[in-house]
T-cell receptor
Framework: EAGVAQSPRYKIIEKRQSVAFWCNPI?????LYWYQQILGQGPKLLIQ????????DSQLPKDRFSAERLKGVDSTLKIQPAKLEDSAVYLC??????????????FGPGTRLTVL | SQQGEEDPQALSIQEGENATMNCSYK?????LQWYRQNSGRGLVHLIL?????REKHSGRLRVTLDTSKKSSSLLITASRAADTASYFC?????????????FGTGTRLKVLA
């Protein structure tokens, strides 16, 4: 079974520029997550989709971050404009079940973003 | 906000020794999960323990859960160099009719050959 795919793996941009990340979850997985992981910290949930609807985006900085999951499959996360503090690894994960508290999440390799 | 706090933040042991790391959390949970993250990679699910379970085993892993103390521990027995990684606990929290997961700060484990 193919895993969660993410691209690009690395991205370097200057502050105030825009950037977009792409994620393709495991086929059939209803739930998709975007996390931000700052160096030395645990992943922080930015947004969670169930199929193509948003179930939680409470920690997404909506003035600069946006995400969509068209057709309930792959997803893009965009930052516009980027700030220095956005430098982090952006992880995408997916899980099979809907509405269950025991969901095992499968993570992609992440995109390492550096904002100069 | 991060609900889980792991300790120690970093741990260095010799190959063959056991490694124990702890996770404390703040609110009631249904499940607690442990994940491993190798340097530069995504996280990998290790084990899930439900709130009505006190102990669970998987290979060289042993997880305990004490809901009265809101804490969990992960024990890796007979450690190997390949166990070098960061380990995170994740607790569930209800959101919009489903659940989200809140990760702790992680323990960085280094196993010396």
């Amino acid at each position: 079974e193919a895993g969660v795919a993410q691209s690009p793996r690395y991205k370097i941009i200057e502050k105030r520029q825009s950037v977009a990340f792409w994620c393709n979850p495991i086929s059939g997985h209803a739930t998709l997550y975007w996390y931000q992981q700052i160096l030395g910290q645990g992943p922080k949930l930015l947004i969670q989709f169930q199929n193509n609807g948003v179930v939680d985006d409470s920690q997404l900085p909506k003035d600069r971050f946006s995400a969509e999951r068209l057709k309930g499959v792959d997803s893009t996360l965009k930052i516009q404009p980027a700030k220095l503090e956005d430098s982090a690894v952006y992880l995408c994960a997916s899980s099979l079940m809907q509405g269950a508290s025991s969901n095992e999440q499968f993570f992609g390799p992440g995109t390492r973003l550096t904002v100069l | 906000s991060q609900q889980g706090e792991e300790d120690p933040q970093a741990l260095s042991i010799q190959e063959g020794e056991n490694a124990t790391m702890n996770c404390s959390y703040k609110t009631s949970i249904n499940n607690l999960q442990w994940y491993r993250q190798n340097s530069g990679r995504g996280l990998v699910h290790l084990i899930l323990i439900r709130s009505n379970e006190r102990e669970k085993h998987s290979g060289r892993l042993r997880v305990t859960l004490d809901t009265s103390k809101k804490s969990s521990s992960l024990l890796i027995t007979a450690s190997r160099a390949a166990d070098t990684a960061s380990y995170f606990c994740a607790t569930d929290a209800p959101t919009s009719g489903t659940y989200k997961y809140i990760f702790g700060t992680g323990t960085r484990l280094k196993v010396l050959a």
